[in-house]
């Protein structure tokens, strides 16, 4: 029995405060309990549960599209045509809406048109063996090129009312949660179930970690990442309904520059590019600080490209403490 | 001639020539000398960073930033000619140069000191420069009456009949060469991309290196910002947006490997000529400026495909069976 002692390896670490409080989700929270008590005290209307429902539309959209690119970026890829993606989303909902359809045509029309933009980048990616980056650099360019083609300097803003008031609308009369943020909640529960609960979720990871030993260990490598691109696409395709609905017109430039404040989400939220490891609750909470602290400074009157350095910052600084104090308690 | 034309900067070069002597067929004045002359002149810019970010692309890193570090830096030196109109041109350009390198020394020190990857870090400090350009200006637009005669008049400027834009983007050009192909420590970018582990093995100083490479496309990002903002008489916040990537796609198209290690000075600089005979040559054709984007989103994914077949290891296979699918697939 002495020999089962030996060898007995716990489930789990045991309970250690310090090691606890200096999880990324902590740190984050603390983060988030800091940029809320800041903008309470710089602005009177920050706290009205009117200006902050209405405030999660400018993250919503972007949010929901994070929770696919992060289960991307722990399986070593990326997506950067995602904004490009929701244009060529946009422009053909426009022009079947052109054509009269309606609306549900049009929601339908968006998810697949995403969801098959996705699978190109999935196809290139994973049977051409080719770098994600370069690939979606590369369709980014395809996407928005064939909406400046089709678009030119034209807008389309003749769409049904039941999509618009969809895209700018609540839930239910009088409960101020927009429809884009509920849903943005109900998908993120799904993704954290996924992702934290599931087989699915245990090979992302693996893929993640090491993908020729998942390779080795039966994992459909390639297989799994090639429908995270479609889920990528897919997700882009609901943004863009979203998207289009809320603000009613379809222009070559919609979303543009988005990639790269999704991406920020994600990174933000713990989830190392390097591939691996990250948490749902981490994107969670860094879409709520990122969210909240350009919601809070623009109530000041700060311009968005000042917001924008400290999103900078931010970005730079939260990646780099954790680095710098891992080195540091590596030479004591 | 097989052996030609499996070489990569040939191909490339035949086809930059087959679409310029394509779209002169159509519109013969695209073949004069000013005409051509014209092109180089405006791929000048592509042509210097397109240099600048392969070396960090050869470490297996990547610069998001050179392009809000050249409108910054544009910005920066903007600003001091309205404010001193009599600063002579030579500081003005030293200026840029020191800017464009303290801007690219911080990414740098990011990178290698603090261990950050590229991409978080680029990313990070592209934000930060374009609010910066935002903060230093406080939202104004310059244009060309806030600049003095000389800062304006030298991208313009001939020498032996061509333009000083030529001139300088042929030192760095040459520099770069050098740099790649004659000293330990060009040679050792190729090392570190690589193998970055036997690149430590053999002495190579890896934080050492990354450093030094972004800070010296900083440099180079930096004059292009003098340079940019004098030649088209405007620096506001948005100056040269999305220019990154127009960066990273020349160097795609040119046969740079973005996992590192590969990569020559020809197949870049042909690369950024490629781009540079499109955007220069649709006009010409009366094809609408908006095919562009398209264009050149086809043309790097046929690149990449090109060029980057195999560059993936998936792991040694060990069933026959396994084998037979892969070579399917």
């Known amino acids: 029995m002495s020999d089962m002692q030996r060898y007995h390896v716990l489930d789990r670490a045991p309970f250690n405060l310090a090691s606890y409080l200096l999880r990324w989700e902590s740190i984050l929270v603390m983060l988030l309990v800091a940029v809320i008590v800041i903008n309470t005290a710089i602005s009177p209307y920050f706290l009205d549960i009117y200006n902050l429902s209405d ?12 929770l696919a690119m992060a289960l991307l970026i722990i399986t070593r890829e990326i997506d950067l045509s995602v904004a490009a993606n929701i244009a060529v989303c946009s422009l053909v909902m426009g022009l079947l809406s052109q054509m009269g359809f309606g609306t549900p045509i049009l929601v339908f029309a968006g998810l697949a048109v995403g969801a098959t933009a996705g699978a190109v980048n999935g196809a290139l990616v994973t049977k051409f063996r080719l770098p994600s980056i370069v690939v979606t650099i590369g369709t980014m360019s395809l996407f928005r090129g064939i909406a400046q083609v089709v678009l030119g300097d034209q807008a389309l803003t003749k769409y049904p009312s039941a999509l618009t008031s969809f ?36 090979q992302i990871f693996a893929i993640g970690h090491n993908p020729t030993a998942a390779r080795f260990s039966g994992i459909k490598v390639e297989n799994t990442r090639f429908w995270l691109f479609v889920m990528t696409g897919l997700m882009a395709g609901l943004a863009a309904v979203l998207l289009t609905g809320r603000i009613g017109s379809t222009r070559p430039n919609i979303a543009l520059g988005w990639e790269l404040e999704i991406v920020t989400m994600v990174i933000l939220g713990g989830i190392s590019i390097a591939g691996g490891t990250g948490t749902i609750l981490g994107l969670v909470l860094s879409v709520f600080i990122l969210g909240l602290t350009i919601f809070g400074l623009s109530l000041v009157n700060i311009p968005g490209i000042e917001i924008a350095i400290l999103i900078g910052l931010l970005l730079i600084i939260s990646i780099a403490i954790p680095i710098m104090t891992a080195k540091w308690r590596g030479r004591t | 001639m097989k052996a030609l034309a499996k070489n990569r900067e040939v191909l490339l070069a035949v086809i930059v020539a087959a679409i310029v002597l394509a779209v002169g067929i159509r519109a013969p004045v695209f073949l004069t000398g000013a005409s051509l002359v014209n092109v180089i002149t405006d791929t000048c810019f592509l042509f210097m960073l397109t240099l600048a970010q392969m070396a960090i692309i050869l470490t297996r890193g990547i610069d998001l930033s050179l392009a809000a570090n050249l409108a910054l830096t544009g910005m920066a030196v903007a600003l001091v000619s309205r404010a001193m109109p009599g600063v002579p041109l030579g500081l003005i350009i030293l200026l840029a140069i020191v800017i464009g390198a303290a801007l690219g020394s911080v990414n740098g020190a990011l990178v290698a000191f603090v261990g950050i990857p590229p991409i978080v870090v680029t990313l990070g400090t592209l934000a930060i420069f374009r609010g910066l350009i935002f903060l230093l200006a406080g939202g104004e637009w310059l244009t060309s009456k806030d600049m003095s005669e000389a800062f304006l008049s030298f991208p313009h400027a001939n020498l032996l009949g061509v333009p000083s834009l030529i001139w300088i983007a042929g030192l760095v050009i040459a520099a770069y060469w050098i740099l790649y192909r004659q000293t330990q420590f060009g040679r050792g970018l190729y090392a570190i991309g690589g193998n970055p582990t036997a690149a430590r093995y053999c002495g190579i100083n890896i934080p050492r290196q990354q450093f030094i490479v972004y800070t010296i496309a900083g ?20 100056n040269a947006q999305g220019y990154e990537l127009t960066i990273i796609a020349a160097c795609v198209i040119g046969g740079v490997s973005i996992a590192g290690g ?31 984007m398209l264009i050149s989103g086809f043309v790097i994914l046929a690149a990449v495909i090109v060029n980057a077949r195999s560059e993936r290891p998936i792991g040694k296979l060990i069933l026959a069976s396994a084998r037979k699918l892969e070579r399917k697939a």
């Open chain 2, 219 to 238: 440099a180079v990002a930096g004059l292009c910002g003098y340079l940019w903002v004098a030649r088209y008489g405007i620096a506001f916040v948005d």
């Open chain 1, 167 to 202: 895209g700018q609308g609540y839930i239910w009369p009088g409960v101020p949660i927009p429809n884009s943020f509920a849903i943005f909640l109900i998908l993120a529960c799904i993704f954290a179930f996924v992702l934290h609960r599931t087989v699915i979720g245990r």
């Open chain 1, 55 to 66: 405030a999660t539309f400018n993250f919503s959209e972007k949010a929901i599209i994070a």
């Open chain 2, 262 to 292: 590969i990569g020559t000075v020809s197949g870049a600089l042909l690369g950024a000529l490629f781009l540079g005979v499109i955007v220069n040559a649709l006009p010409v054709i009366n094809v609408s400026p908006f095919w562009q």
